[in-house]
């Protein structure tokens, strides 16, 4: 019996690679330097595995960005607009180019698009094929990495994106021809690269297949079948591991089954229920890995119930042929829980029973030993500590609240009630009479550009150093100054800034009961950015109003009418380390109430405008079509739960970001927001060919300003945005903003870029004048 990990965090269990890439972009350190702080992260990742006795350990599962991206570089798909500046950028620059932008010495080039990866908040860049696509093999970094472990003792399982995944996962920039057609091309420099491997000494090689989850129509299946088969085919001296997560492939079992393939891996968190089929299918001659250990949340393993499945395996497959796992990559769990004191915000009790990415390959360690024929009694002891804990947890008063569970049951009762009180038209007149907006208004998503200076503030505070007295009149004059900020350059519809916000699920988590927050629980989010979700343990309720102080004080100094802003249910339960003991719609529908809470308060505060910002609505969606309806019906019943009871002269807000809206736009309309404003500038604003089949009927800010890039958009730029908008939308419904929150930017391009913004909404407005002159 074998243990594998399919992938490991990445970014340093202290931030390491972060901070590496973000001194290298800045000029501060060299690419030697940049490519040595890579090699020490993997030289420890490949080394934490070993010593944990994992037997097949990845490799090329590091990136300096993105994997996807990665991939593109390796496979020659570097599109035209960066390729011409080839000769000019160094590899690694080009490469970052790509990632994200690139605006220096006469050089001015848009990054690749970047969307979720299926159902996380990781972001990948979208690859983009052309018709006249080719593709040439740069195997360096891959075959690199792989000799790199072997020089340190260690025989990696290099792990590469599969090719079809990879297709699927891309979009096409010219139109008439289906991406996948290209699979005849790319095969071949598959298979050059794994011939590569093969030399250098790799006799385990891993592919990921993640998009067979969602394979359903004959030309797909017959697609894998024969491009899988010739892949595996074409090296019998190589044993794959095909892997699949995030969702069932029982529906491909048969595919599979009849693949020249060592080893099926298969997430058994997300879809438990395809190990029979599986077991019943697979012929003698292959291995199942088997998904036990959860790769997406921070929870211990009940070891029992793990025992139970390996059994069952083993007693079909017999030992050889089972392989234990996590359900995915570890990528997207924190590093270790040694580095949490359980001092601050994570109760002991609660710390107990979680597991970080060194835990989990531990406890991999320990169900292997477990299942063997003697088991030691240190793995002995663990499973019976492990089991008392589990009970103990279930016993413990902190976890329930009867209280928010009555208020829940009492507003599902309710269902048919929770719209808004007018339709959308009437409120409109009714919030305009009130607020007097231009067309084209512009307002900002919400945070501005966090300084060095505030974070440092923010921490002192935190850490006593700096009183709260202090802290709140520095924040304070922030605001200030960010008021001052945007009525000189113009903009209508003003935020605070969200300074006083470390990250936008944490601050509201903070103020709530059931939430305990990690020191170090990092997890990468896109890029060098990672974020530190929140953990979910127990009933959800408000302790007291959370934003309403600052919300009243931003708008005591302007005229203007400043947004009260509020994270909403949904992003709030997608961006934390969520309770497995209950369904997460009771959750989200706990969460929705505390919100509520604070939307009446916002309104009696004297709030006009309140925005409940949803980015991960769409990331909750499941991947298997046939689950939609069922999140989509309860995810927008939490929205709605959220902005209940509200007059109708308050206008509500709502925004989303970096994610396929297309298919979920029905869900969207009924939300019924008055304005929802939506990241689109990426993808020049692509998305809005979703509303020449559907009728987007309220008010609508397509971001013109990719917030994501250092790069600063031209007025005549985001006119143009504008333009391809108003094709879609009647332009009375069109509001003006940038992509996302801009906390990442800083405060001299973001000058600019906003600058521009209200020059091109302006602009906007002279033309539709004219016109109707
Ligand atoms: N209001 C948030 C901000 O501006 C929204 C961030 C997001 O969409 N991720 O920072
Ligand atoms: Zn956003």
Same mark, same amino acid.
């Given at each position: 019996?074998?243990?594998?990990?399919?992938?490991?965090?990445?970014?340093?269990?202290?931030?390491?690679?972060?901070?590496?890439?973000?001194?290298?972009?800045?000029?501060?350190?060299?690419?030697?330097?940049?490519?040595?702080?890579?090699?020490?992260?993997?030289?420890?990742?490949?080394?934490?595995?070993?010593? %944990?006795?994992?037997?097949?350990?990845?490799?090329?599962?590091?990136?300096?960005?993105?994997?996807?991206?990665?991939?593109?570089?390796?496979?020659?798909?570097?599109?035209?607009?960066?390729?011409?500046?080839?000769?000019?950028?160094?590899?690694?620059?080009?490469?970052? %180019?790509?990632?994200?932008?690139?605006?220096?010495?006469?050089?001015?080039?848009?990054?690749?698009?970047?969307?979720?990866?299926?159902?996380?908040?990781?972001?990948?860049?979208?690859?983009?094929?052309?018709?006249?696509?080719?593709?040439?093999?740069?195997?360096?970094?891959?075959?690199?990495?792989?000799?790199?472990?072997?020089?340190?003792?260690?025989?990696?399982?290099?792990?590469?994106?599969?090719?079809?995944?990879?297709?699927?996962?891309?979009?096409?920039?010219?139109?008439?021809?289906?991406?996948?057609?290209?699979?005849?091309?790319?095969?071949?420099?598959?298979?050059?690269?794994?011939?590569?491997?093969?030399? %250098?000494?790799?006799? @385990?090689?891993?592919?990921?297949?993640?998009?067979?989850?969602?394979?359903?129509?004959?030309?797909?299946?017959?697609?894998?079948?024969?491009?899988?088969?010739?892949?595996?085919?074409?090296?019998?001296?190589?044993?794959?591991?095909?892997?699949?997560?995030?969702?069932?492939v029982s529906k491909v079992a048969d595919l599979i089954s009849l693949l020249p393939l060592e080893v099926i891996h298969l997430d058994l968190v997300s879809a438990p229920e395809q190990l029979d089929v599986f077991l019943d299918m697979v012929p003698d001659n292959m291995s199942v890995s088997l998904g036990i250990v959860d790769g997406?949340?921070?929870?211990?393993?009940?070891?029992?119930?793990?025992?139970?499945?390996?059994?069952?395996?083993?007693?079909?497959?017999?030992?050889?042929?089972?392989?234990?796992?996590?359900?995915?990559?570890?990528?997207?769990?924190?590093?270790?829980?040694?580095?949490?004191?359980?001092?601050?915000?994570?109760?002991?009790?609660?710390?107990?029973?979680?597991?970080?990415?060194?835990?989990?390959?531990?406890?991999?360690?320990?169900?292997?030993?477990?299942?063997?024929?003697?088991?030691?009694?240190?793995?002995?002891?663990?499973?019976?500590?492990?089991?008392?804990?589990?009970?103990? @947890?279930e016993k413990l008063p902190f976890v329930a609240d009867e209280q928010v569970r009555k208020r829940l049951d009492e507003i599902n009762h309710l269902k048919h009630n929770v719209s808004r009180g007018l339709p959308f038209e009437q409120r409109r007149a009714i919030q305009q009479e009130k607020l007097q907006l231009p067309l084209f208004?512009?307002?900002?998503?919400?945070?501005?550009?966090?300084?060095?200076?505030?974070?440092?503030?923010?921490?002192?505070?935190?850490?006593?150093?700096?009183?709260?007295?202090?802290?709140?009149?520095?924040?304070?004059?922030?605001?200030?100054?960010?008021?001052?900020?945007?009525?000189?350059?113009?903009?209508?519809?003003?935020?605070?800034?969200?300074?006083?916000?470390?990250?936008?699920?944490?601050?509201?988590?903070?103020?709530?009961?059931?939430?305990?927050?990690?020191?170090?629980? @990092?997890?990468?989010?896109?890029?060098?950015?990672?974020?530190?979700?929140?953990?979910?343990?127990?009933?959800?309720?408000?302790?007291?109003?959370?934003?309403?102080?600052?919300?009243?004080?931003?708008?005591?100094?302007?005229?203007?009418?400043?947004?009260?802003?509020?994270?909403?249910?949904?992003?709030?339960?997608? @961006?934390?380390?969520?309770?497995?003991?209950?369904?997460?719609?009771?959750?989200?529908?706990?969460?929705?109430?505390?919100?509520?809470?604070?939307?009446?308060?916002?309104?009696?505060?004297?709030?006009?405008?309140?925005?409940?910002?949803?980015?991960?609505?769409?990331?909750?969606?499941?991947?298997?079509?046939?689950?939609?309806?069922?999140?989509?019906?309860? %995810?927008?019943?939490?929205?709605?739960?959220?902005?209940?009871?509200?007059?109708?002269?308050?206008?509500?807000?709502?925004?989303?970001?970096?994610?396929?809206?297309?298919?979920?736009?029905?869900?969207?309309?009924?939300?019924?927001?008055?304005?929802?404003?939506?990241?689109?500038?990426?993808?020049?604003?692509?998305?809005?060919?979703?509303?020449?089949?559907?009728?987007?009927?309220?008010?609508?800010?397509?971001?013109?300003?990719?917030?994501?890039?250092?790069?600063?958009?031209?007025?005549?730029?985001?006119?143009?945005?504008?333009?391809?908008?108003?094709?879609?939308?009647?332009?009375?419904?069109?509001?003006?903003?940038?992509?996302?929150?801009?906390?990442?930017?800083?405060?001299?391009?973001?000058?600019?870029?906003?600058?521009?913004?209200?020059?091109?909404?302006?602009?906007?407005?002279?033309?539709?004048?004219?016109?109707?002159?």
């Open positions: 019996m074998l243990t594998q990990t399919l992938g490991f965090p990445r970014i340093g269990a202290n931030r390491e690679l972060k901070k590496a890439c973000e001194l290298y972009w800045k000029g501060k350190i060299s690419q030697d330097e940049l490519e040595l702080a890579g090699k020490n992260e993997r030289i420890k990742n490949w080394t934490i595995q070993k010593d %944990a006795g994992i037997d097949l350990i990845p490799s090329n599962d590091f990136s300096y960005y993105d994997q996807v991206a990665d991939m593109m570089f390796m496979l020659g798909v570097v599109p035209e607009r960066f390729r011409k500046f080839e000769n000019r950028l160094s590899k690694i620059d080009l490469y970052f %180019a790509m990632c994200r932008g690139y605006q220096h010495e006469n050089i001015d080039v848009t990054p690749l698009e970047m969307t979720k990866w299926f159902n996380t908040n990781y972001h990948y860049l979208v690859p983009e094929f052309e018709k006249k696509q080719s593709f040439s093999l740069s195997p360096e970094k891959v075959v690199g990495e792989f000799r790199e472990a072997l020089q340190s003792g260690i025989k990696t399982k290099p792990v590469l994106l599969g090719p079809l995944s990879f297709l699927k996962l891309g979009k096409e920039k010219t139109e008439n021809f289906n991406r996948l057609e290209l699979i005849h091309i790319l095969l071949p420099v598959y298979i050059e690269l794994i011939g590569k491997l093969e030399n %250098a000494g790799a006799t @385990w090689i891993q592919i990921d297949e993640p998009c067979l989850t969602t394979c359903t129509n004959d030309y797909e299946r017959q697609l894998y079948r024969s491009t899988l088969t010739e892949l595996f085919g074409s090296f019998p001296g190589i044993r794959f591991v095909l892997a699949t997560y995030f969702e069932s997406r949340n921070v929870w211990k393993n009940n070891l029992e119930d793990s025992l139970g499945v390996i059994k069952k395996a083993v007693s079909r497959l017999g030992r050889d042929r089972v392989i234990l796992s996590p359900s995915c990559s570890l990528l997207h769990v924190p590093y270790d829980l040694k580095n949490e004191d359980g001092r601050e915000g994570l109760p002991i009790k609660v710390k107990e029973r979680m597991a970080f990415a060194f835990q989990k390959i531990e406890e991999l360690a320990i169900l292997k030993d477990l299942s063997g024929i003697s088991p030691t009694t240190g793995a002995v002891s663990k499973l019976e500590r492990e089991k008392r804990e589990r009970e103990n @947890w208004p512009t307002t900002m998503i919400g945070s501005l550009p966090q300084t060095a200076e505030v974070r440092k503030t923010r921490c002192s505070f935190f850490n006593n150093k700096t009183s709260w007295e202090e802290y709140d009149n520095f924040i304070k004059e922030c605001i200030r100054k960010a008021i001052r900020w945007q009525e000189e350059l113009g903009i209508d519809v003003l935020v605070h800034g969200e300074f006083e916000r470390n990250d936008m699920v944490e601050f509201f988590g903070e103020q709530l009961n059931g939430f305990a927050f990690t020191q170090n629980g @990092w997890v990468q989010s896109y890029g060098s950015r990672a974020v530190k979700p929140p953990v979910i343990y127990g009933d959800v309720s408000r302790k007291g109003p959370v934003t309403v102080d600052i919300a009243r004080y931003a708008q005591s100094l302007t005229d203007k009418p400043v947004k009260g802003m509020l994270t909403g249910p949904v992003t709030i339960l997608q @961006w934390s380390f969520v309770r497995t003991d209950q369904p997460r719609k009771e959750t989200a529908g706990q969460i929705a109430l505390a919100i509520h809470d604070e939307v009446l308060d916002l309104e009696k505060a004297g709030i006009s405008i309140i925005q409940i910002d949803e980015p991960a609505f769409r990331e909750g969606l499941p991947l298997k079509q046939e689950k939609w309806d069922e999140y989509l019906t309860w %995810a927008v019943f939490c929205f709605m739960i959220s902005s209940y009871g509200v007059k109708n002269e308050t206008q509500i807000h709502t925004h989303m970001c970096y994610a396929e809206f297309n298919d979920i736009i029905p869900a969207i309309i009924a939300m019924d927001a008055d304005v929802i404003s939506i990241e689109t500038s990426r993808s020049q604003m692509e998305l809005l060919n979703a509303f020449t089949r559907v009728r987007y009927p309220n008010q609508i800010g397509p971001g013109v300003y990719d917030i994501h890039s250092p790069r600063v958009p031209g007025t005549g730029e985001m006119c143009d945005l504008l333009f391809a908008a108003s094709r879609y939308i009647p332009v009375k419904n069109l509001w003006v903003n940038p992509d996302c929150g801009l906390k990442t930017r800083g405060w001299d391009e973001t000058r600019s870029a906003i600058k521009n913004m209200t020059e091109s909404a302006k602009r906007m407005r002279d033309v539709i004048l004219h016109a109707e002159n």
